[in-house]
């Protein structure tokens, strides 16, 4: 089975909730291409992991890859949903001290919830815009042009 991949966003966290395999080859490269579109705009991303039915090395690689450069940025990826034979990988690795899994993509969301927000984030003096549509892009062009302008725009998918 090849890797589906479903995106939507609630407020800052975007979240990939992915279903087959995540190995070397066709599905690592577009889950890799889905993350880098997906980095661009937002910094909080929750990987709901609960359809995969595997994952090898490169798999996790890129999940370790993707937590270092978005932690780098004041961001974070997180696991959400993983099967028992992702837990083991990352346990037997020692990578569960790395990345952070929650059992229910809503528990992943709310800890970035609970997180204080970054220098920069919530300082707005403006009025707040809610954008609702099924397209992250139109989403990301409303936020830039007018997050310029004063506004704290907030964003969630159909």
Not at 41 to 53: C, D, K, P, S
Not at 97 to 123: H, M, N, T
Request: aromatic content about 6%; glycine content about 8%; hydrophobic content about 45%.
């Amino acid at each position: 089975m090849s890797l589906q991949i479903e995106q939507r966003f609630l407020g800052n966290v975007f979240i990939l909730q992915c279903t087959g395999r995540i190995v070397l080859g066709e599905e690592l490269t577009s889950l890799e291409s889905a993350l880098q579109t997906v980095v661009r705009e937002f910094h909080r991303i929750v990987l709901n992991v609960a359809g995969a039915t595997r994952v090898d090395s490169s798999g996790v690689g890129l999940f370790v890859r993707y937590v270092a450069n978005l932690r780098k940025r004041g961001g974070d990826l997180r696991l959400a949903c993983p099967p028992k034979f992702i837990t083991e990988i990352l346990e037997i690795t020692l990578l569960s001290k790395v990345i952070d899994s929650y059992a229910s993509e809503q528990d992943a969301i709310l800890s970035f919830l609970r997180q204080p927000a970054a220098p920069g984030e919530g300082d707005y003096s403006g009025h707040h815009v809610l954008v609702v549509d099924r397209s992250p892009d139109l989403g990301a062009f409303v936020r830039a042009v007018l997050g310029r302008r004063g506004y704290d725009v907030r964003l969630a998918s159909l």
